[in-house]
């Protein structure tokens, strides 16, 4: 008989858990070692010619090796996520450094220092596998932690709240966001007509419309985002007790995001940015790294937040509940095969462990059954678990049997439970106090199908995050709301939206409605519409600092850098710089007009990494044009050098010039005169200069991005 699972299992160190993990999913990628086979293991004497009847014959059936080898290519796609289809994903481990015993008995949450192998898969939603990374999207953030008490998942997103507030409106959300289905256009992007109209028709979308339209929607990297559980969860602790919990996952580097411009432009320069950045950030030992926050409510405590934490359209503000941080994330391996891991990787909120259970959030619960049924039809059956990057690192036992694609040799007579015919004596296994313990919340209510009333503010939050944020980030939002209802060809559908956004903010809907072509936004119009509720719940703030990215710092490492060169390029100064970028962290690339070399000014070659053209500004975070005559006139006259310093001083970017490299800025019409524009900075690379310029421009990589920048919108590029 199937034993219970032993405590002393369940005890086995955490780096043992890893390195097993680790040995599973290598076993998995072993191939042959030289000669190639059939999957019967039958030698293959020739993989360029096919069998045939003479060498200019006709093609044998009776090839069984062709016949294998195209079979096996003719099946090796699989369907798609439904939703979150692309998506990156990296191994590390989490790292308690706060005990929660006090909150929760889940064992990988008790011992400060204990680690617990992940494997992290981020993702857009709308797009297709093949889509771009960079599009306007909400970005999955899914966890898997394999504990010693069994495999626990915490599969969200980037933004801590969602569009809907019941599963019920899931598919109608992702229909009309995904492609329109008459001709399956546009891709990977919610600026049209369905989209827009479903939104404006459920105003419980426009706290999540607001966050969709902000700079979280396009971020500079996935190492630079914020994680959010989203709903309320529930701990309970040995005793039984329950607190309410989200979760919020932390980046070491910031919270950063692109120019709106630039994140259109990277998606057809390089469409795998996100995922490149990655993968190149932990192949160099850049390890990526988030803090582990909890916000703890108990139920009476609940009861006053003037909100109900239930309905995932809404958050609780940090400066109500304090983030209290409890552990860290580390992503320190690349995946060995993507399909493998990444594409075959099963998320799913029922994946529990003891001490952590869920709460009534009507989006969660609906979430329970659907992400067990998606992969039955994704992976091809109910043996999913057994696929190594799905599998729990302690034992299992149960009696489910067989199903398609089953590998486990499951022994013995009795798969059945109780039994007397199995090796133990026992005839029940049933785990008791240590099993898994549903919260034992009271129940008696009549079946009904409708919102609670504390659901009905739609807009309280939605203005909360506005008023949260810098004004550019404000003017973000306002340009972000003008594109994508100006890709809307109904007119009704613009005007309907606007009206909402006049419940959020009266001058946000007014700006966002000058471009559009329609009348001026009616606050009482959208109020008279059917699904409109606006019953406003008073929160104790008006603006909460922690809902905004700008100034959220991080440092400049793994920050790359453009130094941008032509022949007669003086590299005294720019070395010096060049050294101090790489010493805070940077990463500096040179780029110029051809691959090879370029002659400095005196006389030396300098490697080129790049060309202008082939990593063209959007791929960088900063530009740094280093002085020398011949240089600085041939960069000048270089549409393709020009048009690179134009965009990046166009998105925002930090700059810095040295000596007649200001020749390019000039040409811009840019000037060193004093007043120059926010983040450009403009030195003589002077040796005593030298240091000073670098730690100059070091900070203001530091800042990010300089959006207050004067007259960008003049720049032509
Ligand atoms: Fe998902 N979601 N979702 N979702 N979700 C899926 O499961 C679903 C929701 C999230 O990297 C699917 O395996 C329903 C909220 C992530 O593999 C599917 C509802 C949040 C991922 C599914 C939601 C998420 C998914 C598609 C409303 C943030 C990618 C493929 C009731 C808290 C996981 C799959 C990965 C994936 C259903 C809403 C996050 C179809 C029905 C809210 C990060 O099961």
């Known amino acids: 008989m199937a034993q219970p699972r032993q405590d002393t299992q369940r005890k086995a160190k955490a780096g043992d858990a890893a390195a097993a993990k680790q040995k599973q999913l290598e076993s998995f990628s072993q191939g042959p070692e030289n000669l190639l086979t059939t999957n019967q293991g039958a030698v293959i004497p020739d993989n360029h010619n096919s069998l045939r009847a003479g060498v200019r014959g006709p093609t044998l059936l009776e090839d069984f090796i062709l016949r294998e080898k195209i079979t096996h290519f003719d099946h090796e796609r699989i369907p798609e996520r439904v939703v979150h289809a692309r998506g990156s994903a990296a191994h590390g481990y989490f790292e308690l450094t706060k005990s929660l015993v006090e909150y929760t008995r889940a064992e990988f949450l008790q011992e400060v220092g204990a680690r617990t192998p992940v494997f992290v898969r981020f993702s857009t939603v709308a797009g297709s596998r093949g889509s771009a990374d960079t599009v306007r999207d909400v970005r999955g953030f899914a966890v898997k932690f394999y504990t010693q008490q069994g495999n626990y998942d915490l599969v969200g997103n980037n933004i801590p709240v969602f569009f809907i507030q019941d599963a019920i409106k899931f598919p109608d959300l992702i229909h009309a966001v995904k492609p329109e289905p008459h001709n399956e256009m546009p891709q990977a992007a919610s600026a049209h007509d369905t989209f827009w109209d479903f939104a404006s028709l459920m105003p419980e979308t426009t706290h999540m419309l607001m966050w969709a339209m902000s700079d979280r929607a396009i971020p500079r990297s996935l190492r630079m985002m914020e994680g959010f559980g989203v709903h309320s969860f529930r701990f ?10 989200k979760f919020h996952w932390k980046p070491k580097l910031g919270k950063h995001g692109l120019a709106w411009d630039e994140a259109q432009k990277i998606a057809g320069k390089d469409a795998d940015f996100h995922r490149r950045d990655l993968w190149e950030a932990i192949a160099s030992g850049n390890f990526p790294e988030w803090e582990l926050g909890v916000q703890l409510v108990s139920e009476k405590k609940a009861a006053s937040l003037g909100f109900d934490l239930l309905d995932p359209t809404k958050l609780i503000p940090e400066e109500m509940v304090p983030v209290q941080i409890v552990g860290r994330m580390v992503l320190n391996r690349n995946p060995d095969n993507f399909f493998a891991e990444t594409e075959q990787v099963a998320f799913h909120l029922g994946h529990l462990v003891p001490g952590i259970d869920f709460s009534n959030d009507p989006l969660l619960q609906g979430r329970l059954f659907s992400y067990t049924d998606t992969q039955l039809s994704r992976l091809g059956g109910p043996n999913f678990h057994e696929i190594p990057i799905n599998k729990g690192v302690c034992p299992f036992h149960n009696f489910q049997r067989d199903g398609i694609h089953r590998m486990t040799v499951n022994k013995g007579q009795a798969a059945y439970e109780p039994n007397s015919v199995a090796s133990g004596s026992e005839f029940r296994v049933d785990g008791g106090q240590q099993g898994f313990q549903s919260y034992p919340e009271e129940m008696e209510s009549p079946k009904i199908r409708r919102r609670s009333p504390s659901f009905d503010d739609h807009f309280t939050q939605a203005t909360l995050f506005f008023n949260s944020q810098s004004p550019a980030e404000r003017e973000h939002i306002i340009a972000a709301f003008q594109f994508e209802l100006s890709k809307v060809e109904n007119p009704a559908i613009r005007q309907r939206m606007v009206d909402n956004l006049a ?13 559009l072509g329609i009348a001026a936004p009616d606050a009482k119009a959208a109020a008279g519409r059917p699904g409109f509720r606006d019953a406003k719940f008073k929160l104790p703030l008006e603006a909460s600092p922690a809902l905004g990215m700008e100034g959220s710092g991080g440092g400049i490492q793994t920050r790359k850098v453009a130094i941008l060169v032509a022949d007669g390029v003086e590299t005294g100064a720019m070395k010096v710089v060049q050294q101090a970028l790489q010493d805070a962290g940077a990463v500096c690339k040179v780029v110029g007009p051809r691959l090879g070399f370029v002659s400095t000014s005196s006389g030396q070659q300098l490697a080129v990494d790049h060309t202008f053209v082939n990593m063209p500004s959007v791929m960088f975070d900063a530009v740094l044009v280093p ?29 810095c010039v040295i000596g007649e490299g200001v020749e390019l800025l000039r040409s811009m019409g840019v000037t060193d005169a004093p007043g120059a524009p926010a983040g450009v900075l403009v030195g003589k690379g002077e040796p005593a200069q030298r240091i000073p310029l670098a730690q100059e421009f070091i900070a203001a990589i530091g800042k990010h991005r300089h959006w207050g920048r004067a007259n960008v919108d003049a720049v032509p590029a």
């Open 503 to 515: 419940h959020v903010d009266a001058k946000l809907a007014r700006k966002v409605a000058e471009p």
């Open 627 to 655: 002085s020398g005559a011949a240089h600085a006139k041939a960069l000048a006259h270089t549409g393709d050098a020009v048009h690179f310093v134009l965009e990046a001083f166009k998105h925002c970017k930090a700059i």
């Open 236 to 245: 309970i602790n040995a005793h039984g007790v329950a607190h309410f919990v």
